[in-house]
């Protein structure tokens, strides 16, 4: 396996509307799309910067994973994502290092992607997610 580019940077916010004045007004980078993944009970702005693209996240429940990391630790980057060409490989091969996974399958995620998260135990407390984007 190997990671063939930075997908995106998942960052937490509570209001992602107001955020995103940020990235527009300030930053001047695009909204490429908005979604909601009610799997994972958040809303997803996504803003593509050069080959790669700032995912903000907002929860849209108080028992979200995005509403529980923002209790927890505030707002701000949740998690880093690498692109992979096949994201059971990836998940096999995470496993066979000895890499703690959260997703032992692929799982839907924003933009259409199929998705897996590394344990931050396994990363340096990092939330690593592999993502597969055809």
């Known amino acids: ?3 063939l580019k930075i997908d995106h940077i998942g960052i937490a916010v509570k ?3 107001e955020t995103l004045k940020f990235y527009t007004d300030v930053l001047g980078l695009e909204v490429g799309g908005t979604e909601v993944v009610e799997e ?3 809303k997803v702005a996504f803003l593509p910067v050069g080959d790669s693209e700032v995912e903000l996240l907002e ?5 979200g994973p995005i509403a529980k990391f923002i209790e927890k630790n505030g707002e701000g980057i949740q998690h880093i994502a690498f692109k992979v060409d096949n994201i059971e490989e990836a998940i096999a091969f995470m496993q066979e290092k000895g890499m703690k996974m959260i997703d032992e399958q692929p799982r839907y995620g924003a933009g259409g992607a199929k998705i897996a998260f590394v344990h931050p135990k396994s990363s340096n407390r990092v939330l690593v997610e592999l993502s597969q984007r055809d």
């Open 1 to 3: 396996m190997k990671a």
């Open 15 to 17: 209001n992602l509307d």
């Open 40 to 42: 994972q009970k958040v």
């Open 59 to 63: 929860s849209t429940s108080e028992d």
